[in-house]
C-alpha cells in the first residue's frame, strides 16, 4: 500500500507540473525506425526498352509512343532519301518481384504502326519479345543508392515488314543505377546488345541518364539524355523484304536506335545517336504514375529515324 501511495502522489505531482507549464514532455524516440529512401522512386520515360528503375518491383508498365520521322534518311555515300510520315508504338512491360532483390522483367513487346510518307511502305505489325531476370546488387534503402543488373533474351518472334524477325536473337546485358537525394532522383543505366548473329543484326552499347525533382505528388518534372552507340556492325545483307525489296540492311547509313536493329553495313557512317527527353511524372496514386516525355535527338536528326517522339506510359505497382 505504502508504494502505490508513492506512485499516485508520483503521478499526481507529473500532471500537476505539465498543466502548470512548467515541465516538457518527453517524446518518443523514434530514431530506431527504418527509413526508406526508396518510396517515391520514379520509373525513367525515354529508352523503356533498356533503360528501367534499379529497383525490382512488381509492375505493369502500359507504353504509347508517337514518333515524327524525320523528312529526310541518310544512306551509303553520304546522301539521303525522302521519307516522312510517322510511326506509333502500343507496348506493354511486365515485372513481377520474387523479392526485394530478384524480378523477372519482360522489357519488350508491342504492336508498330509505320506510316512514311515516302520511299519506305507503309506497314504495321509485332516487334521482338524480350525477357530476363533483374537482381539489385546494391539495396541502400537508408542513403537511398540501389544498383541492379539485367539480362535480356531478345526472341526474333517479331514482323518482318516492319524489320523486326530476323537474326537468331540477342542478350542485353545492362546496369542500372539509382540514388534518392532531397526530393531529387539520378538514375543511369549502361548496357550492350550482343546478337547471337553478328551478321544479321549489330553490336550495340546504350548510356542513358535521368534527373527529376519531386516538387509535388502531381507533378515531378524530369529530364533524360540517351547515347547509342554501333560497336560492330551487320552484314547488310537482303533482308524485310516489304521494305524496298529487302534493301534497308545494305542501303541505310544508320542503326534502328532503341527499338529497331537492321545489321546495316554501313552504321557506323553514322554510329552514334544522342537524344534529349523532357517531360514529367505525376503520381496519380502511390502505386499509379503517369508519364509524359517530349524526344528530340541531338545529333542530326537524318541519321536515325526521330525527328520528335512523344511518349506517354503509366507503370501500375502492384
Not at 541531338?298 to 541519321?303: A, K, V
Amino acid at each position: 500500500m505504502k508504494t502505490t501511495k508513492v506512485i499516485l502522489t508520483f503521478g499526481a505531482a507529473m500532471t500537476a507540473s505539465l498543466w502548470a507549464g512548467s515541465t516538457t514532455p518527453v517524446m518518443p524516440d523514434n530514431s530506431c525506425e527504418s527509413i526508406d529512401a526508396f518510396a517515391t522512386a520514379i520509373r525513367p520515360i525515354s529508352n523503356p526498352t533498356l533503360f528501367d528503375l534499379a529497383l525490382p518491383r512488381t509492375n505493369a508498365h502500359a507504353i504509347f509512343m508517337h514518333q515524327q520521322l524525320p523528312s529526310r534518311a541518310a544512306i551509303v555515300g553520304g546522301g539521303s532519301v525522302p521519307l516522312n510520315g510517322d510511326m506509333q508504338l502500343y507496348a506493354l512491360q511486365l515485372e513481377y518481384a520474387f523479392n526485394e532483390r530478384l524480378s523477372l522483367v519482360a522489357t519488350k513487346d508491342g504492336y508498330v504502326n509505320f506510316n512514311p510518307d515516302a520511299t519506305l511502305s507503309e506497314e504495321d505489325g509485332f516487334a521482338n519479345l524480350a525477357a530476363g531476370l533483374k537482381y539489385a546488387f546494391i539495396l541502400d534503402r537508408e542513403n537511398g543508392f540501389a544498383l541492379s543488373g539485367t539480362t535480356t533474351i531478345e526472341v526474333p518472334t517479331g514482323s518482318e515488314s516492319i524489320t523486326q524477325g530476323s537474326g537468331d536473337g540477342a542478350v542485353n546485358l545492362i546496369l542500372n543505377t539509382l540514388k534518392m537525394t532531397d526530393g531529387w532522383q539520378f538514375a543511369a543505366g549502361a548496357g550492350l546488345h550482343i546478337p547471337f548473329d553478328n551478321d544479321e543484326e549489330a553490336m550495340t552499347s546504350f548510356i542513358s541518364t535521368h534527373v527529376s525533382y519531386e516538387v509535388c505528388d502531381y507533378f515531378i518534372p524530369l529530364i533524360e539524355l540517351n547515347w547509342y552507340h554501333v560497336i560492330d556492325e551487320g552484314d547488310g545483307g537482303s533482308r524485310y523484304k516489304d521494305q524496298v525489296g529487302g534493301g534497308v540492311p545494305g542501303v541505310i547509313g544508320f542503326e534502328g536506335g532503341d527499338l529497331l536493329n537492321w545489321g546495316a553495313a554501313n552504321a557506323k557512317d553514322n554510329g552514334d545517336i544522342v537524344t534529349l527527353a523532357a517531360g514529367f511524372r505525376s503520381r496519380l496514386k502511390d502505386n499509379v504514375h503517369l508519364g509524359v516525355a517530349y524526344e528530340i535527338p541531338l545529333t542530326d536528326e537524318e541519321e536515325n529515324l526521330m525527328e520528335n517522339r512523344l511518349t506517354v506510359d503509366l507503370v501500375w505497382y502492384f
